[in-house]
Nanobody
Framework: QVQLVESGGGLVQAGGSLRLSCAAS????????MGWFRQPPGKEREFVAA????????YYTDSVKGRVTISKDNAKNTVYLQMNSLKPEDTAVYYC?????????????????????WGQGTQVTVSS
C-alpha cells in the first residue's frame, strides 16, 4: 500500500504561482509512476502532469505546457507540481496519484486507469 498526502493548495490571483507537494509513504520502493490530476467544479477529473519514478520522463496536458513543471525528490518520496501564470480555469481540486503497476505507454501515464493510489486532494482557486 502507498499513502499520498497533498499540500500547497490555496487561493491565488490570476498570474500567480503555487507549488503543490505530494508526499508518499508506505511501499514507495514499488512505485512506477506518479501523476497529478484535477477536477474542476462540475467536471470530470482530468490529467495534468505525470512523471516516471525512476527515469524522470514527464508528460503534460496541452493546456498547462509551458506553465507547469512536475518534478520529484526521491530522497523525500515527494512529487511537486510547480504552477506558474495561473488562470481562473486552473481552479480545481488537484489530486496526486501513484501506481506500482508496470504498464508501458503514454495512456497509463495520462489516464486515471493508470493509477491505483490517490490522495485526498487539495483545492486550488485562481481569482480573476
Amino acid at each position: 500500500q502507498v499513502q499520498l498526502v497533498e499540500s500547497g493548495g490555496g487561493l491565488v490571483q490570476a498570474g500567480g504561482s503555487l507549488r503543490l507537494s505530494c508526499a508518499a509513504s508506505g511501499r514507495t520502493f514499488s512505485m512506477y509512476r506518479m501523476g497529478w490530476f484535477r477536477q474542476p467544479p462540475g467536471k470530470e477529473r482530468e490529467f495534468v502532469a505525470a512523471i516516471s519514478w525512476s527515469g524522470g520522463n514527464t508528460y503534460y496536458t496541452d493546456s498547462v505546457k509551458g506553465r507547469v513543471t512536475i518534478s520529484k525528490d526521491n530522497a523525500k518520496n515527494t512529487v511537486y507540481l510547480q504552477m506558474n501564470s495561473l488562470k481562473p480555469e486552473d481552479t480545481a481540486v488537484y489530486y496526486c496519484a501513484a501506481s506500482a503497476r508496470y504498464l508501458s505507454g503514454t495512456y497509463y501515464y495520462t489516464d486515471t486507469d493508470g493509477y491505483e493510489y490517490w490522495g485526498q486532494g487539495t483545492q486550488v482557486t485562481v481569482s480573476s
